[in-house]
């Protein structure tokens, strides 16, 4: 089993190998340590770098935003500089991963991300927004679980960001969503990722 088909594990039995990749943006650059047993170690992830280059920006104002599965934490970091007032939730099950996040913000000076498994985040906590390059390879059942679970917790008029690709069902995902309550439109698809945009349930 190789290290990104663990990832979702809570305790990866792939050996450790620390590294270090970097993620540069027209607004930023950080260097952020990875390691084995950890989504897309070895750079940041295609998909993830799209999310981060033409998804949706996160408000200029305080806000509750949520970076599921952050991995070492590229999203949840990006957020942290760009909504210095928000307050980033980075949740994810894979122990290793949660560690790297929570040094990776440390290092980078941002005291605005909150780095917590699943169960220890707060169940009063709503979000004004989702960032999020979802495991697809988790299969279909246990992928709409995890939607349907976190974006329930959107504040009225939140929206969530997911990147799919294209060939792993993020035209199929986006009809489920929708079907579902979820109003959910692409924003844009290059090289096949779908940056999907999907906005909370009307009550």
């Known amino acids: 089993m190789t290290g990104d088909q663990q990832y979702w594990t809570s305790r990866p039995e792939v050996g450790s190998r620390p590294d270090q990749v970097s993620l540069l943006l027209p607004d930023l650059e950080l260097s952020l340590g990875t390691d084995r047993g950890v989504f897309s170690a070895e750079r ?32 949840a970091c990006t957020l942290a500089v760009r909504s210095p ?42 979000f004004d927004g989702i960032w999020s390059n979802p495991p697809i390879r988790v299969g279909k059942a246990a992928l709409h679980d995890l939607l349907s679970t976190w974006l329930d917790r959107l504040a009225p008029g939140g929206s969530a960001h997911l990147v799919v690709q ?31 945009d999907v906005a909370a349930r009307e009550v």
């Open 166 to 196: 294209r060939h792993l069902g993020s035209d199929s995902l986006a009809r489920w969503l929708t079907d579902r309550g979820w109003s959910t439109q692409r924003r844009a698809s290059r090289k096949g990722f779908r940056l999907l």
């Open 44 to 75: 940041v992830d295609r998909g993830t770098r799209f999310l981060l280059m033409e998804g949706a920006r996160p408000p200029e104002g305080a806000a509750e935003l949520l970076d599921l599965g952050c991995g070492y934490g590229p999203i």
């Open 85 to 126: 007032g928000s307050r980033v939730w980075a949740v994810d099950v894979n122990e290793r991963a949660l560690d790297l996040c929570r040094d990776n913000a440390a290092a980078a000076g941002l005291g605005n991300v909150v780095v917590t498994t699943p169960d220890d985040l707060p169940d009063d906590v709503v």
